[in-house]
């Protein structure tokens, strides 16, 4: 043994990495100038030799082998580090050589990791997780793990037999964060990070910042490389950077991609690639304007439909690779449809892979089950008040955006990050500083990502599940509100529900659940929403809770979705809800899409495109759905007849519509209806027509007001009001008949001003002008 070289031995530090407790192995690993030469160690278990061979030259240094579990060093005659690799001969007779891991300088900075610290670094996972890179013209895979509490952190797969000791990551200073560059790996690598917590305690976990996951079961993560996607979607990006939501129609098509549709040849599930133009070409043809995934964020249960993550910023592999996601996301815009996901910032599972007690402590929870668990969901909350936990969530948001150009998140279980006592009986939660309920930590961060997320998003925009009457949820951040851009609307969802369920029979007791969304739609920017939750656990479907036989039940649901399209608010609806599915939906099985072979079912898919036809061909049903201006009652007081009377408006005349509901069986033959000028009314819509399931009870002839004083107006028209039905008219103005009698005795007085004209066609000057005009009237109605 070379007594110089054994001199140069730190025992103690070669007994920390023997026995995996090095937090900054390279300290001692890898190439380190000395007044002597080069001394390169390292430790590799199970080689049986290790040769240092120098690039560009024919010369390699044997190693020797300083410790027998597999510590190697050798002394190099040279003033600064050469390139060099490491020919490795193992005890099964393998060779291989590789480029030093430890050779290699941090990929991140001090500044990034304080920026970090403080909660605002937003694009951390550049840093963070497994990337393909080069460094130094060498190919390779940087790894990143926050993990503070963590005595030492390993990176470990196959290309190491699962084995701890061999790629013993750096601690970057007071950070918490662990790197180390691997040569030679490349994407598809499958990886976990081996954790040793104080007290000697070893584990696996998945990586929280992983781009790619295995396939369930499996809980490894996946080296993935997101470069190089050939997108193709500028335009549509331009747009919408430039587009107000506010004043464009929305209506979102809910779905779970896995129950969609069921491939035929035994397969599970479809790829995204393959889901793309299927999906694209019925959304087109139903007329929606964006879908709503339900979380494609890696999860290990088929049966949480993806609510409880376990790798945030991998789409699941159920359904195929990142890069098959791209192509989803951009196949989609490319069609026009914008794509928005469903996003659990709220709590997340006890999966031992997960980040429950990620580093050996109670890292991304509370450590207090008062305030870091939920009891009836057996799932973990995250502690918003911790600066590296906020980063990870609102870079996770920032994310999709900008990675897979999404172009909204739905926020899930807001009110469960609201409340402090969500979900808890007394004595199970702590109180804030002031003795409140409020998580104000979670305000905090409501405020913080929204705030981003509006300035960097380009258009993006973020919804919340919010289910209570917290103030100012779609309040601006600068006036003390959350910041959010729309709110699914509960309230008017649970009202709307139970009054449909309801008998007509018994409706008019329960008038002012149809009305009372009105008194606090401006309240907030609202989304209606008819969503997963109302299919599921015995709710029954759309279809299945409207009350009646078989027929009845159709005009029901028609009429629902006809009020829920004129009603203020962008709108949201569950796959399978537009053609009446019957079962409840199941993750399990694929949509019943044989029922479009039945006519009752065909019937309702019609109407609803011609519904969807009649919304966004209408603005003035999307056009002010948050401005007060845009809606007035005609008639909400006809509860023993089960109706309204409503209009809705933009700031032209022209496109103003009147809409009238009626939630009885009942036809009403000749019913006068007030309006809000004299003009004609045509009926444009109606849910009773024969091609939609209807008995045909339509307003075919335009409808010339008279004045005739009804609902508070001076004028009104007589219509047929169809039986569980909708009708929507359009509201032309026309001048009064006082007005044109003026005018048309102003004409005869000019007439018999004229030289040579007076007594001329007396006998036809003699006709009343009330003939004339009633005589013009009933030519204009022909």
């Given at each position: 043994?070379?007594?110089?070289?054994?001199?140069?031995?730190?025992?103690?530090?070669?007994?920390?990495?023997?026995?995996?407790?090095?937090?900054?192995?390279?300290?001692?690993?890898?190439?380190?100038?000395?007044?002597?030469?080069?001394?390169?160690?390292?430790?590799?278990?199970?080689?049986?030799?290790?040769?240092?061979?120098?690039?560009?030259?024919?010369?390699?240094?044997?190693?020797?082998?300083?410790?027998?579990?597999?510590?190697?060093?050798?002394?190099?005659?040279?003033?600064?580090?050469?390139?060099?690799?490491?020919?490795?001969?193992?005890?099964?007779?393998?060779?291989?050589?590789?480029?030093?891991?430890?050779?290699?300088?941090?990929?991140?900075?001090?500044?990034?990791?304080?920026?970090?610290?403080?909660?605002?670094?937003?694009?951390?996972?550049?840093?963070?997780?497994?990337?393909?890179?080069?460094?130094?013209?060498?190919?390779?895979?940087?790894?990143?793990?926050?993990?503070?509490?963590?005595?030492?952190?390993?990176?470990?797969?196959?290309?190491?037999?699962?084995?701890?000791?061999?790629?013993?990551?750096?601690?970057?200073?007071?950070?918490?964060?662990?790197?180390?560059?691997?040569?030679?790996?490349?994407?598809?690598?499958v990886y976990k990070y081996e954790v040793k917590a104080k007290g000697g305690l070893t584990f696996l976990k998945a990586d929280p910042y992983a781009n790619a996951a295995e396939l369930r079961p499996a809980t490894a993560s996946v080296v993935a490389d997101l470069r190089g996607f050939d997108w193709n979607d500028?335009?549509?990006?331009?747009?919408?950077?430039?587009?107000?939501?506010?004043?464009?129609?929305?209506?979102?098509?809910?779905?779970?991609?896995?129950?969609?549709?069921?491939?035929?040849?035994?397969?599970?599930?479809?790829?995204?690639?393959?889901?793309?133009?299927?999906?694209?070409?019925?959304?087109?043809?139903?007329?929606?304007?964006?879908?709503?995934?339900?979380?494609?964020?890696?999860?290990?249960?088929?049966?949480?439909?993806?609510?409880?993550?376990?790798?945030?910023?991998?789409?699941?592999?159920?359904?195929?690779?990142?890069?098959?996601?791209?192509?989803?996301?951009?196949?989609?815009?490319?069609?026009?449809?914008?794509?928005?996901?469903?996003?659990?910032?709220?709590?997340?599972?006890?999966?031992?892979?997960?980040?429950?007690?990620?580093?050996?402590?109670?890292?991304?929870?509370?450590?207090?089950?008062?305030?870091?668990?939920?009891?009836?969901?057996?799932?973990?909350?995250?502690?918003?008040?911790?600066?590296?936990?906020?980063?990870?969530?609102?870079?996770?948001?920032?994310?999709?955006?900008?990675?897979?150009?999404?172009?909204?998140?739905?926020?899930?279980?807001?009110?469960?990050?609201?409340?402090?006592?969500?979900?808890?009986?007394?004595?199970?939660?702590?109180?804030?500083?002031?003795?409140?309920?409020?998580?104000?930590?979670?305000?905090?961060?409501?405020?913080?990502?929204?705030?981003?997320?509006?300035?960097?998003?380009?258009?993006?925009?973020?919804?919340?599940?919010?289910?209570?009457?917290?103030?100012?949820?779609?309040?601006?951040?600068?006036?003390?509100?959350?910041?959010?851009?729309?709110?699914?609307?509960?309230?008017?969802?649970?009202?709307?529900?139970?009054?449909?369920?309801?008998?007509?029979?018994?409706?008019?007791?329960?008038?002012?659940?149809?009305?009372?969304?009105?008194?606090?739609?401006?309240?907030?920017?609202?989304?209606?929403?008819?969503?997963?939750?109302?299919?599921?656990?015995?709710?029954?479907?759309?279809?299945?809770?409207?009350?009646?036989?078989?027929?009845?039940?159709?005009?029901?649901?028609?009429?629902?979705?006809?009020?829920?399209?004129?009603?203020?608010?962008?709108?949201?609806?569950?796959?399978?809800?537009?053609?009446?599915?019957?079962?409840?939906?199941?993750?399990?099985?694929?949509?019943?899409?044989?029922?479009?072979?039945?006519?009752?079912?065909?019937?309702?898919?019609?109407?609803?495109?011609?519904?969807?036809?009649?919304?966004?061909?209408?603005?003035?049903?999307?056009?002010?759905?948050?401005?007060?201006?845009?809606?007035?009652?005609?008639?909400?007081?006809?509860?023993?007849?089960?109706?309204?009377?409503?209009?809705?408006?933009?700031?032209?005349?022209?496109?103003?519509?009147?809409?009238?509901?009626?939630?009885?069986?009942?036809?009403?033959?000749?019913?006068?209806?007030?309006?809000?000028?004299?003009?004609?009314?045509?009926?444009?819509?109606?849910?009773?027509?024969?091609?939609?399931?209807?008995?045909?009870?339509?307003?075919?002839?335009?409808?010339?007001?008279?004045?005739?004083?009804?609902?508070?107006?001076?004028?009104?028209?007589?219509?047929?009001?169809?039986?569980?039905?909708?009708?929507?008219?359009?509201?032309?103005?026309?001048?009064?008949?006082?007005?044109?009698?003026?005018?048309?005795?102003?004409?005869?007085?000019?007439?018999?001003?004229?030289?040579?004209?007076?007594?001329?066609?007396?006998?036809?000057?003699?006709?009343?002008?009330?003939?004339?005009?009633?005589?013009?009237?009933?030519?204009?109605?022909?």
């Open positions: 043994m070379n007594e110089k070289l054994y001199d140069m031995m730190d025992w103690a530090e070669i007994e920390a990495v023997v026995y995996s407790e090095k937090d900054n192995p390279h300290d001692i690993l890898g190439p380190h100038v000395t007044d002597e030469g080069v001394l390169i160690q390292t430790f590799i278990p199970t080689a049986k030799e290790v040769t240092v061979e120098i690039e560009g030259m024919k010369k390699s240094y044997p190693m020797e082998l300083e410790d027998e579990t597999g510590f190697f060093a050798v002394l190099i005659p040279k003033k600064k580090v050469p390139e060099y690799r490491l020919k490795v001969t193992f005890d099964d007779g393998s060779v291989k050589k590789c480029m030093d891991p430890y050779a290699f300088a941090p990929q991140i900075t001090e500044k990034e990791t304080k920026k970090f610290n403080a909660g605002i670094c937003y694009d951390i996972y550049e840093k963070l997780g497994a990337h393909p890179m080069t460094i130094n013209g060498v190919s390779g895979v940087y790894f990143a793990v926050w993990a503070p509490n963590a005595l030492r952190v390993s990176v470990v797969g196959d290309f190491v037999l699962w084995d701890g000791r061999r790629l013993p990551m750096r601690r970057l200073w007071d950070s918490g964060i662990f790197e180390l560059f691997v040569p030679g790996l490349s994407e598809g690598a500028e335009n549509w990006l331009k747009d919408r950077k430039e587009t107000d939501t506010k004043k464009k129609p929305m209506f979102i098509y809910e779905l779970h991609l896995g129950s969609w549709k069921k491939p035929e040849d035994g397969r599970r599930f479809y790829n995204y690639r393959e889901l793309a133009p299927m999906l694209a070409d019925y959304v087109k043809e139903m007329g929606y304007t964006h879908v709503e995934l339900m979380p494609i964020m890696e999860h290990p249960l088929d049966a949480s439909w993806g609510y409880q993550v376990t790798g945030y910023y991998a789409p699941t592999s159920r359904y195929g690779s990142p890069r098959d996601f791209m192509y989803f996301v951009n196949y989609m815009h490319e069609q026009g449809i914008g794509v928005i996901l469903d996003w659990v910032p709220a709590h997340f599972p006890r999966d031992i892979h997960g980040l429950s007690g990620f580093d050996g402590t109670c890292l991304y929870e509370h450590l207090d089950p008062r305030q870091g668990s939920h009891p009836h969901w057996g799932t973990l909350i995250y502690n918003y008040g911790r600066p590296e936990v906020k980063n990870f969530l609102i870079a996770n948001a920032l994310f999709w955006a900008k990675k897979y150009h999404v172009d909204g998140i739905r926020m899930d279980a807001v009110a469960s990050m609201l409340y402090l006592d969500y979900g808890k009986n007394a004595g199970e939660w702590i109180a804030n500083i002031y003795g409140g309920n409020e998580n104000l930590e979670a305000v905090e961060f409501f405020k913080h990502l929204n705030s981003i997320f509006r300035k960097q998003a380009d258009g993006a925009v973020l919804i919340a599940e919010e289910s209570t009457a917290w103030p100012k949820v779609t309040g601006a951040v600068e006036e003390d509100g959350l910041g959010f851009d729309y709110k699914w609307n509960m309230g008017w969802m649970n009202d709307f529900l139970g009054y449909m369920q309801l008998d007509p029979i018994f409706r008019g007791y329960h008038h002012g659940e149809l009305t009372f969304s009105m008194i606090y739609n401006y309240s907030e920017d609202f989304i209606l929403c008819l969503s997963h939750d109302e299919v599921v656990h015995g709710k029954g479907s759309m279809i299945g809770k409207m009350p009646g036989k078989r027929e009845m039940k159709f005009a029901n649901l028609r009429a629902a979705y006809g009020f829920m399209m004129t009603h203020p608010g962008k709108k949201l609806l569950f796959m399978g809800q537009d053609f009446a599915q019957f079962d409840e939906w199941s993750e399990e099985k694929g949509l019943e899409w044989e029922l479009l072979e039945y006519e009752d079912h065909q019937k309702m898919q019609n109407y609803m495109k011609a519904l969807m036809q009649l919304y966004k061909g209408s603005p003035a049903l999307y056009e002010m759905d948050f401005d007060s201006c845009g809606f007035e009652w005609v008639n909400c007081i006809s509860a023993n007849e089960n109706m309204l009377v409503f209009l809705r408006k933009t700031e032209k005349e022209e496109d103003m519509l009147l809409v009238v509901c009626n939630f009885s069986p009942l036809t009403y033959d000749d019913r006068k209806i007030g309006v809000p000028f004299h003009g004609k009314y045509k009926e444009i819509f109606n849910s009773d027509k024969p091609e939609f399931g209807g008995s045909g009870v339509t307003n075919p002839r335009v409808k010339t007001s008279k004045k005739e004083e009804c609902d508070d107006r001076p004028n009104s028209i007589r219509i047929k009001v169809p039986p569980m039905g909708i009708s929507v008219f359009s509201c032309t103005r026309v001048e009064e008949p006082a007005s044109q009698n003026a005018k048309a005795k102003a004409r005869q007085k000019k007439q018999a001003a004229k030289p040579g004209t007076a007594g001329k066609k007396a006998a036809g000057a003699k006709k009343s002008l009330k003939e004339e005009l009633e005589q013009k009237i009933a030519e204009e109605e022909k």
